[in-house]
C-alpha cells in the first residue's frame, strides 16, 4: 500500500511522535501546537487524520487516546523510496538512481560500499544463489 501524502502539521506531529513514543494530543498540542499558535483541535484533527491513515496507532486510556507510531522512522523512509521507486521507469529512473547515488556518497564516504553490497545481495537474491 503506498504512502498517504502528509501535510506539513502531520510530517511535524509523525516526526513528534517519533521522537516521544506513545503521546496524546494534549502533550503534542503543548509541544507542537501551541508554539505554532494552533488549537488543540486542529492537533486532535490531525492525529485523527493520521490514525485513518494508518500511520499512528491509538489506544483509548481513560477518556482520551493515546497515539504511537504505526511505522517505525526506518519503515517510513523505506516504504517512500519503494513507491517512488516504483513510479520510475526507463531514463527518468536511471536520473532519479544516479542522483541518489551521488546524494548518499556526499554524505557519507561508506555509503557507496553499502549500495554495492545491497546491489550484490539483490542480485544474488534474484539468480538464487
Known sequence: MPLPLLGELE????????ANGTVDAKAIHRD????REITINTVQSTVERLHRKR?????RVSHAYQYAPALSREEFRARAVADVAGEL????????????????A?????????IASMIELARSRREGR
Do not use: K, Q
Open 11 to 18: 510530517l511535524a506531529v509523525l516526526r513528534y511522535v517519533w
Open 32 to 35: 507542537l501546537g501551541a508554539p
Open 55 to 59: 500511520l499512528l496507532i491509538r489506544e
Open 89 to 104: 521507469r526507463g531514463a527518468e529512473g536511471a536520473r532519479v538512481i544516479a542522483a541518489f547515488v551521488e546524494l548518499a
Open 106 to 114: 556526499r554524505a557519507d564516504g561508506e555509503n557507496i560500499d553499502r
